[in-house]
């Protein structure tokens, strides 16, 4: 559960420092409206919750065959 937790804020991060970063990501997200905003955060949040929990996983299982 905490590796989705620190995975969703990782996404949230990623997404701010794009926009800030990269001005074409915030003209296409300005230009689309708010729907376009909320598929962009669930998207980046989604992809990093789920990695960040699968690679939780992948540690916890090595760490469980060591013992």
Do not use: H, K, W, Y
Not at 31 to 42: C, E, H, L, Q, R
């Amino acid at each position: 559960m905490t590796q989705a937790m620190m995975g969703a804020a990782l996404g949230l991060a990623f997404g701010l420092a794009l926009v800030l970063i990269n001005p074409a990501v915030a003209a296409l997200l300005r230009a689309g409206g708010s729907p376009t905003i909320v598929v962009f955060v669930i998207t980046l949040v989604t992809s990093f919750a789920i990695g960040a929990t699968l690679t939780g996983v992948v540690f916890v299982l090595m760490d469980d065959e060591e013992t």
